[in-house]
């Protein structure tokens, strides 16, 4: 089982930045990759930033330019910077990782959520 924490939401003024940090913690071989998605009020979750072990980056088109993800593979976190800031950003943020485990004997690959952290952009 892997338990994610996030922390660092909160509420910013447009063109501001706020940095994003999610721990993973529990049982597991290895995580091969973590993100961030985000869902706002009435609308669909999308995806944000992704990043495998590896080092290798995906972004929303929304957020290209604007916000970068890392990761600490010894420690187990992922960080998002997020930049320039815009109301249309205002949501809650969900981390996100995909763990290999070991279950009734045999290799698995799990997806986990975080419980979430809302970022509000004022504008």
């Known amino acids: 089982q892997v338990q994610l924490v996030e922390s660092g939401g909160g509420l910013v003024q447009a063109r501001g930045s706020l940095r994003l940090s999610c721990a993973a913690s529990?049982?597991?071989?290895?995580?091969?990759?973590m993100g961030w998605y985000r869902q706002a009020p009435g609308k669909q979750r999308e995806l944000v930033a992704a990043?495998?072990?590896?080092?290798?980056?995906n972004y929303g088109d929304s957020v290209k330019g604007r916000f970068t993800i890392s990761r600490d593979n010894t420690k187990n976190t992922v960080d998002l910077q997020m930049n320039s800031l815009k109301p249309e950003d205002t949501a809650v943020y969900y981390c996100?990782?995909?763990?290999?485990?070991?279950?009734?004997?045999?290799?698995?690959?799990?997806?986990?959520w975080g419980q979430g952290t809302q970022v509000t952009v004022s504008s």
């Open positions: 996100n990782a995909d763990a290999v485990e070991s279950v009734r004997s045999r290799w698995t690959t799990n997806i986990y």
């Open positions: 990043i495998t072990s590896g080092g290798s980056t």
């Open positions: 529990g049982s597991f071989f290895r995580i091969n990759a």
